[in-house]
């Protein structure tokens, strides 16, 4: 018997195609997604609403494969971290966040999941533990879409906000994401709001103008890390394929064909590469010909790499060096920034104990 399909990468289209061939409906297949997605259910025999004569055939060709939980790091109100096995003993990791507690003590509903989208990362950029060992695999749809399944499963909250900030570049794997973002971004499936489902990459350009002209548009995030060439190729070796003012040009594109909504720029500092004062003049012009937002990130240490985090001082007057251009900027800045906080770094101890047993 062949192989059941994993249910969390089928859309409502394929889906009901499915049933119509076997003489039924969509009605069938909005019964299906009504209990995978507002009921969340880990089984399909769970499924409630269908006939004995619809329910056999589901059965036989589809199936929920949840991903294992390895391990959660955190707790209740706090960001969380989780480690998943999926199906061939690979590891990839997701993060639930809240929202922050306001100076008032209020906290918004908000509840942001950072999704990963490959195994590894063929990318290499300098700074980052998810390319240390290059890339291993895509993820399916449905192993992307497992990870939003398993943290509402586990944490019971309601999913606001989705990030593709995890391990991987999810334009890299464009066909899956593709169809990931219609089953969280569709009414049917998870219903996110499609501005706050962000897509965040190293710089692809062609594909960015891919993700643009997409139906449903989301939201966009630029990991870029350095304002002219010199700097950002001893960073991040994607600039040397896409340069600057190509990527930029991809932006412009983006943003025209997307309501003129604003792209978030990423900028991770590290201590004497990409934190000069020249380099946060730069940016801020750049953000602004993009009428883009700037998210300073201090540089979290990964192990095995040996770059630093620049002071809180210096920190601070990067990220005032912008606002004070008239850009708008953000920057946290968070204790405890060297336990496993930057994305991957789950996952490389869980292999490192892995090959330690075998
Ligand atoms: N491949 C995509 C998405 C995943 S990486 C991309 O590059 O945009 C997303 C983000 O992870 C990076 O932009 C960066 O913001 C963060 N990140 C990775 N390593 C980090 C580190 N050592 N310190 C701080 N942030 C890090
Ligand atoms: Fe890959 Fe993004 Fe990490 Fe670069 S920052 S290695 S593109 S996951």
Known sequence: MSEKINILGTTRAELTEFFEA????????????????????????DVEGLSEKRMAPLLENFQISPLTVVKVQGSEDTTRKYLFQLHDGRYVESVL???SVAPDGSRSERMTVCVSSQVGCAYGCMFCASGLDGLTRNLSSAEIIGQLSAIKEHSGKNITNVVFMGMGEPLANFKNLNKALDIIIGQWGLAIAPRQVTVSTSGLAPMIKKLADREEQVSLAISLHGADNATRNKIMPVNSKWQIDELFEALQYFKENNHNQRITLEYILIKGVNDSIEQAEMLAERAKNLGGFVNVIPYNTVEGLEWERPSDEHCY??????????????????????????????????????????
Do not use: W
């Not at 069938?28 to 009921?39: I, N, Q, R, T």
């Not at 850009?327 to 869980?350: P, S």
């Open 97 to 99: 966040i809240p929202a």
């Open 22 to 45: 076997q003489g039924g409906s969509q009605f069938h297949a909005a019964a299906v997604m009504d209990c995978l997605y507002k009921k969340n259910i880990q089984n399909l025999s």
């Open 317 to 358: 007057t990067f990220r005032d060096t912008i606002k004070n251009l008239g850009v708008m900027t953000t920057m946290r800045i968070e204790k405890g920034h060297d336990i496993d906080a930057a994305c991957g770094q789950l996952r490389l101890k869980e292999m490192k104990k892995d090959a330690e047993t075998v």
